[in-house]
């Protein structure tokens, strides 16, 4: 990686615009197009890696406004959502609608076929 790269990389990251990202790694304005576009495309999964780090460099603070909001917000409904939110991603999310079917309602080819599916044999 030469420093340009990794200025390109930074840049990137921060703007999501890859000729932007060249012109301030150093690339001249009028190549920056071309060039962005190819580092882009060259360093993906470098790219990949920073964008994963700054997300997560951003939890701490995201999660202390969340829990600010979820405490203090005037709105009920902000409360509510943020509460949510909290508790969805602690895994707490509740189960979405299941929908569940009885063997009554189900015809005998529709059975015969679960059952196969099931490894059961007749």
């Known amino acids: ?40 495309s060259q360093l993906q999964s470098q790219i990949q890696t920073e964008v994963q780090k700054a997300i997560s460099d951003k939890i701490p603070a995201s999660l202390k406004w969340l829990t600010d909001l979820a405490e203090n917000a005037e709105s009920e409904s902000v409360r509510l959502g943020a509460i949510k939110d909290i508790l969805d991603r602690a895994g707490l999310k509740p189960v979405d609608k299941v929908e569940t079917t009885t063997v009554e309602q189900m015809s005998a080819e529709d059975i015969k076929k679960e059952l196969a599916s099931l490894g059961y044999k007749h």
């Open 1 to 40: 990686m030469t420093e340009k790269q990794d200025k390109f990389i930074e840049a990137y990251v921060l703007t999501g615009n890859a000729t932007k990202a060249a012109i301030a790694a150093g690339y001249s304005a009028k190549t920056a197009k071309i060039k962005g576009s190819q580092l882009k």
